[in-house]
């Protein structure tokens, strides 16, 4: 990815490859090779486009904990990645985020497939500084399971 627009570099990627059959999914294992913590939940990008972003996650034995659902952690790792995918590809080219705080609340267990959408307008004219961007979990019946709040750091790219 071009180091002064990195979000730029990403929907770029994102749109030449999802035109494709399996394009989705290659764009998905890229993106989990190129950042491996995110990319251990296994998940699929669903849609990219500036300032939204939907990932899906699917229930598997390694992302269970002890009750038998999908770990909280799993949940808030697929909810970050959502809502640094949009933010970031809407940041116009020299800035780019790093998360600094991150809170969830979780209202029901999660099962079988998930998916976490964030949507938000970035301005052009943003100036460095920390911004909140929410991030939702739903389940395959479109209840809700998990909300964060990503606090994003966002300033110019350095050398």
Same mark, same amino acid.
């Given at each position: 990815?071009?180091?002064?627009?990195?979000?730029?570099?990403?929907?770029?990627?994102?749109?030449?490859?999802?035109?494709?059959?399996?394009?989705?999914?290659?764009?998905?294992?890229?993106?989990?090779?190129?950042?491996?913590?995110?990319?251990?939940?296994?998940?699929?990008?669903?849609?990219?486009?500036?300032?939204?972003?939907?990932?899906?996650?699917?229930?598997?034995?390694?992302?269970?904990?002890?009750?038998?659902?999908?770990?909280?952690?799993?949940?808030?790792?697929?909810?970050?990645?959502?809502? =640094?995918?949009?933010?970031?590809?809407?940041?116009?080219?020299?800035?780019?985020?790093?998360?600094?705080?991150?809170?969830?609340?979780?209202?029901?267990?999660?099962?079988?497939?998930?998916?976490?959408?964030?949507?938000?307008?970035?301005?052009?004219?943003?100036?460095? =500084?920390?911004?909140?961007?929410?991030?939702?979990?739903?389940?395959?019946?479109?209840?809700?399971?998990?909300?964060?709040?990503?606090?994003?750091?966002? =300033?110019?790219?350095?050398?």
């Amino acid at each position: 990815m071009r180091n002064d627009a990195p979000g730029q570099a990403l929907l770029t990627r994102w749109r030449r490859l999802s035109a494709f059959p399996l394009g989705g999914w290659l764009f998905s294992k890229l993106l989990g090779w190129r950042v491996p913590y995110s990319g251990s939940v296994s998940p699929r990008v669903l849609a990219l486009a500036p300032g939204h972003a939907r990932v899906r996650i699917v229930e598997r034995r390694a992302l269970r904990q002890h009750l038998g659902s999908v770990h909280a952690i799993a949940l808030m790792n697929v909810a970050e990645m959502a809502s =640094g995918l949009a933010m970031l590809s809407a940041l116009p080219g020299g800035m780019r985020g790093i998360v600094t705080k991150i809170g969830i609340e979780y209202f029901k267990k999660g099962r079988g497939v998930l998916v976490a959408e964030s949507s938000f307008t970035v301005p052009s004219d943003l100036p460095p =500084g920390e911004y909140d961007f929410l991030s939702e979990v739903t389940d395959a019946s479109g209840e809700l399971v998990a909300r964060a709040t990503v606090t994003w750091k966002l =300033g110019p790219v350095t050398a």
